[in-house]
């Protein structure tokens, strides 16, 4: 599976954007997706995920309520829509495909992972 994002950028607090990742090579409906974040100098850490389904859906606790993750099967893509964005939000995002039927929420789950769009939030 090969994953592209696109929709970083430069957004003001309290702003908007909407991530998307496309993916190709397999069947997309196959696979659970998660978006991903690392800031500089920390660990990559969770920030939502979907089952193939769109059943199971979770979120890291500080998205919560501002994230929503989605997915259209038929465009073969997951979507990442942030709003009221803040600062410690910056980071670069990635998405990843995880083989299986729910909704991971650890690194190690997933297979395939894309390379990442910057997403930066200024005060």
């Known amino acids: 599976v090969q994953l592209v994002e696109s929709g970083g950028g430069l957004v003001q607090a309290g702003g908007s954007l909407r991530l998307s990742c496309a993916a190709s090579?397999?069947?997309?409906?196959?696979?659970?997706m998660g978006w991903f974040r690392q800031a500089p100098g920390e660990e990559r850490e969770f920030v939502a995920s979907?089952?193939?389904?769109?059943?199971?859906?979770y979120y890291a606790d500080s998205v919560k309520g501002r994230f929503t993750i989605s997915r259209d099967n038929a465009k073969n893509t997951v979507y990442l829509q942030m709003n009221s964005l803040q600062p410690e939000d910056t980071a670069v995002y990635y998405c990843?495909?995880?083989?299986?039927?729910?909704?991971?929420?650890?690194?190690?789950?997933?297979?395939?992972w894309g390379q990442g769009t910057q997403v930066t939030v200024s005060s």
């Open positions: 979907i089952s193939w389904s769109s059943i199971s859906i």
């Open positions: 090579g397999r069947t997309f409906s196959n696979y659970a």
């Open positions: 990843a495909a995880a083989r299986g039927s729910y909704a991971y929420i650890e690194k190690l789950s997933y297979d395939y």
